[in-house]
């Protein structure tokens, strides 16, 4: 299968892979919650040359996780903000920088700490149940079939 069809694959995950599922995506979707909205900011901060920051966003507002709106009429420039679909993706981001700064931070440790703002303490991503509360660890979890497999 190539790359261009994982979205028409029947999994959740290939779906949101197909949108979310490369380096440059990830850093612009980073840079959006970081509060960065212009263009310059995004590619100067994400590293990657300017078709290639375009080509991203421009995936992502036609996929409603942002929203392009004008801020200046002469010349026309945009910024982009996060969209309710967007924001869905931070968890995502942030039980993956988690998992970046315990396995790939190096000697001087993470760069920067998530800060609860209601309690002004470092934060750490973790999953739990949206039943019981209890804490996710992936040996206690199983998935159940909703419908049959196609083969």
Not at 28 to 49: C, K, T, W
């Amino acid at each position: 299968m190539r790359w261009t069809e994982i979205a028409r694959q029947d999994c959740s995950a290939a779906r949101a892979l197909s949108v979310v599922g490369d380096r440059w995506t990830m850093l612009v979707i980073r840079e959006a919650f970081l509060g960065s909205r212009r263009f310059d900011d995004i590619q100067r901060n994400v590293g990657a040359s300017r078709n290639i920051v375009a080509g991203r966003l421009k995936k992502l507002v036609e996929n409603d996780i942002l929203v392009r709106r004008i801020y200046e009429d002469r010349p026309p420039r945009y910024e982009y903000r996060l969209t309710d679909k967007g924001r869905d993706l931070y968890p995502v981001l942030a039980t993956l920088l988690r998992w970046g700064d315990r396995w790939m931070a190096g000697e001087d440790g993470p760069p920067v700490d998530f800060v609860h703002q209601s309690c002004g303490e470092p934060m750490d991503a973790r999953l739990t149940c949206g039943c019981c509360g209890g804490a996710i660890d992936p040996r206690h979890v199983s998935l159940r079939e909703r419908r049959p497999r196609l083969e």
